[in-house]
């Protein structure tokens, strides 16, 4: 699992069978972890025991170096999918 970026306690990391995903990085602390996409900005898309406050403050790191972790990705997984929407639809 290729890690992208340590910043403080932070690890942004993916694993290698995610490549056919969209672009996105996971983020660990201790026992606590976050999935973020990165197209067409970051948005969060799991998380398992971060707080409110501990996911703004992810997501803020994870827009202040999103050019690197795109990067990161694209050198490990090649070009990118095209960008998706990643909101859930709704049953209307």
Request: include cysteine.
């Amino acid at each position: 699992m290729p890690t992208a970026l340590r910043l403080g306690l932070y690890r942004f990391y993916f694993y290698s069978y995610d490549c056919g995903e969209p672009r996105h990085m996971h983020v660990d602390c201790e026992n606590k972890s976050a999935k973020f996409w990165l197209d067409p900005d970051a948005a969060l898309a799991e998380n398992h025991g971060y707080t409110r406050k501990e996911l703004r403050d992810i997501e803020r790191l994870t827009r202040e170096n999103l050019e690197r972790l795109r990067h990161e990705w694209d050198a490990f997984c090649g070009n990118p999918r095209p960008a998706q929407d990643h909101q859930c639809l709704g049953n209307g």
